[in-house]
């Protein structure tokens, strides 16, 4: 059988040309902490009543982890998106955290319901030239 894990990715509007891909990615979801303020009915994560599935992976990275691997991907410059299972501003030390990663000339954007933002925190993001944060 033939190992379609090394099988070059290819693109039909490039006459089914191999593209190249790059060994860092472009986008990096990062889940500082599985939290979340709410349990929306359409949410595949928190809005499901099989709790179990995301019981096995809550809780927080550490902050130590976290920057070997911003160390590790800053290279690539990706675009990182601190919220994969989680609501991003529920994340502990959310501020030390981001200026990790503009720091190291990321970009950063964010998903967030918003409803924990303060003026402070919106000011943060501004004066930290946070790329987006989305509604």
Known sequence: ????????????????????????PERV?????????????????WGSPDNEAIDSVVGVMDVEASRRLLDE???AK????????????????????????????LAVAMNTNGLTLTDDLAKFFVDTKVDA???
Do not use: H
């Open 1 to 24: 059988m033939r190992d379609w894990s090394k099988a070059p990715w290819v693109d039909p509007s490039r006459n089914w040309q191999p593209l190249p891909v790059s060994d860092l």
């Open 29 to 45: 979801l990062l889940d500082l902490a599985t939290r979340c303020n709410l349990r929306c009915p359409m949410c595949p994560v």
């Open 73 to 75: 991907i800053a290279v």
């Open 78 to 105: 990706p675009l990182v998106q601190p919220n994969l299972y989680a609501e991003p501003l529920l994340a502990p030390k959310l501020r030390e955290r981001l200026l990790e990663m503009k720091t190291r000339g």
């Open 133 to 135: 944060v989305l509604f």
